[in-house]
């Protein structure tokens, strides 16, 4: 029996070396596992929950999956735009129904998205209900989360024991796992702050799409100290202990183990460029291809959607039936 593990990932662009060895890659960890079977979904819907630009929405999503698929993921997992299955926004409203008001405002991300705006959008609210619905619709055992979304899973689990309990048993209950621990990549000119958090505008990072020219300027402008001895002492020496993350999440090794047989600063950043490089040109390469040819990138999407759809649908379908939503059929 294999395991069936969910996730999603909304659709934001400018992915960076750090979303890649921080997300990604594990993901890639888990479908190269036989008994895992794996589900990711690029969430659009949630991409709704606040102001957006639908066209830039649209260039986003196709963006997140062309990266998704050059990355190999698609060998193994079931990829599919949450939006393209209308059973997640069905079961969202049943699991509406199901929630109260009180446990939706008290999300901590509701409220710290909420705090100070003007207009807050009501699918802000109902934001869990929907990840809640992404969820239970395939019967997922295993949910992957980080801190962040932590809480919405727990929402989850309550609406599904609560549904089950009300209505008799529909949903699998699942379960959080705690993501194998990645290697942190912080900002190269600012190696305090996380890579993509800092204020500097990209200087100190590794886009997914950087051409070799710019990711051999960008690594050897980044900050390392005065000592011409490299050892791995992130407290003290943050540059070079960044570098040493990199290489050694890039190349297999512990950062420490990386910069064995490395001598000075400016061999480390070209042993860092050099397997950036090796690792992302290939990934662009396929990413090219997938995004030169658009119709083929719908066709993936079309039977990615097709393979999933009927565990969604099937799902909805009871638990319509147990809430007492008249069936026709
Ligand atoms: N809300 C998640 C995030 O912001 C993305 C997401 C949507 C998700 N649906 C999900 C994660 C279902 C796990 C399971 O990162």
Redesign the pocket.
């Known amino acids: 029996m294999t395991t069936r593990v969910?996730?999603?990932?909304?659709p934001t662009g400018q992915l960076q070396i750090g979303n890649y060895l921080g997300a990604i890659r594990p993901l890639l960890d888990l479908a190269a596992d036989p008994d895992n079977d794996l589900l990711v979904?690029v969430?659009d819907l949630?991409a709704l929950t606040v102001q957006h630009d639908p066209a830039r929405l649209r260039a986003l999503t196709l963006e997140m999956v062309a990266t998704l698929l050059a990355c190999g993921l698609n060998a193994r997992a079931k990829l599919f735009v949450?939006s393209s299955i209308p059973a997640h926004t069905e079961l969202s409203y049943l699991l509406e129904s199901t929630a109260t008001y009180g446990e939706m405002a008290r999300m901590i991300q509701f409220k710290e998205k909420s705090r100070g705006q003007e207009s807050v959008r009501l699918s802000l609210l109902t934001?869990p209900a929907?990840?809640a619905a992404?969820?239970l619709a395939y019967q997922s055992e295993v949910?992957p989360?980080g801190d962040?979304?932590r809480q919405?899973?727990e929402l989850a689990t309550t609406l599904a024991r609560r549904f089950n309990g009300t209505y008799g048993d529909v949903f699998t209950v699942p379960r959080g796992a705690t993501p194998a621990e990645t290697a942190r990549v912080k900002d190269l000119r600012d190696p305090t702050t996380k890579m993509g958090k800092s204020g500097a505008a990209g200087a100190g990072v590794i886009f997914l799409r950087d051409e070799p020219d710019a990711i051999v300027a960008k690594v050897r402008r980044a900050v390392t100290d005065n000592n011409p001895t490299l050892t791995y002492d992130p407290r003290n020496r943050s540059g070079v202990a960044n570098l040493a993350v990199l290489l050694g999440a890039l190349t297999g090794s512990s950062p420490g183990a990386a910069l064995d047989e490395i001598q000075g600063a400016a061999a480390l950043k070209a042993a860092v460029a050099e397997a950036l490089v090796e690792t992302l040109a290939p990934i662009q390469k396929r990413y090219r291809e997938l995004t030169a040819d658009p119709a083929e990138l719908l066709s993936v999407l079309r039977s990615g959607a097709e393979v999933v759809a009927g565990d969604a649908v099937k799902t909805v379908a009871n638990a319509r039936e147990a809430m007492g939503l008249l069936s026709l059929h």
């Not at 969910?6 to 909304?10: A, S």
């Open positions: 969910f996730t999603g990932l909304k979904s969430a949630h949450q934001y929907l990840m992404d969820i949910v989360v962040d979304q919405h899973l």
